[in-house]
């Protein structure tokens, strides 16, 4: 119960900030078509720009559990009933990588953001892993391991060259 409180609030937090993000960018915009923000974004204030983007970027982080925002992932799977757990590890974080790599490279193509990604995609993976080998628990241990393989996806993402990207796709 506690674990599923956990998850719902981290939700909620995360949906808000989704909210307000989507608010700042119609507010800036006009728009939230994202073939259009492709070109609004262009004539806006770089400042405007970059702060939206990082907003997104920390609500989809939330959704894929990057670190630091990992911090829920490995109590809430291992609670869940096993078909349930198989389901959120192939769809719930996914989505969030799936997110940013829409938004990084549809909107945000002209971006200054890829070094930090980077550097945070580098940390996921090592506390992924680092988390994995302090386990006993087998459910726990694949939940520290997809915390890092989500590191894997969002560094493809940060190195932003096709084959890289292509291969996050695939992975």
Do not use: C
């Not at 956990?6 to 507010?27: D, H, K, Q, R």
């Not at 770089?46 to 925002?69: E, M, R, S, Y």
């Not at 799977?77 to 096993?82: K, N």
Request: charged share 10%.
């Amino acid at each position: 119960l506690r674990a599923g409180s956990i998850y719902v609030v981290i939700n909620l937090i995360s949906s808000m900030l989704f909210l307000t993000a989507l608010a700042i960018t119609y507010g800036a915009t006009g728009t939230v078509n994202m073939a259009q923000l492709s070109l609004r974004f262009a004539d806006l204030p770089h400042d405007v720009t970059i702060g939206i983007q990082l907003l997104l970027l920390v609500v989809f982080a939330i959704k894929a559990a990057v670190f630091p925002l990992s911090f829920w992932l490995p109590d809430s799977y291992p609670t869940a009933p096993a078909p349930v757990t198989a389901v959120f590890a192939g769809l719930l974080t996914k989505v969030g990588v799936y997110a940013m790599i829409r938004t990084e490279t549809l909107i945000f193509r002209e971006n200054d953001v890829n070094f930090v990604l980077m550097i945070v995609a580098l940390a996921t993976m090592i506390v992924g892993v680092l988390g994995a080998l302090a386990q006993a628990e087998l459910k726990r241990i694949l939940s520290f391991t997809l915390v890092s393989h989500v590191g894997y996806m969002v560094f493809g993402l940060a190195i932003a060259t096709p084959a890289a990207i292509g291969a996050t796709i695939y992975y």
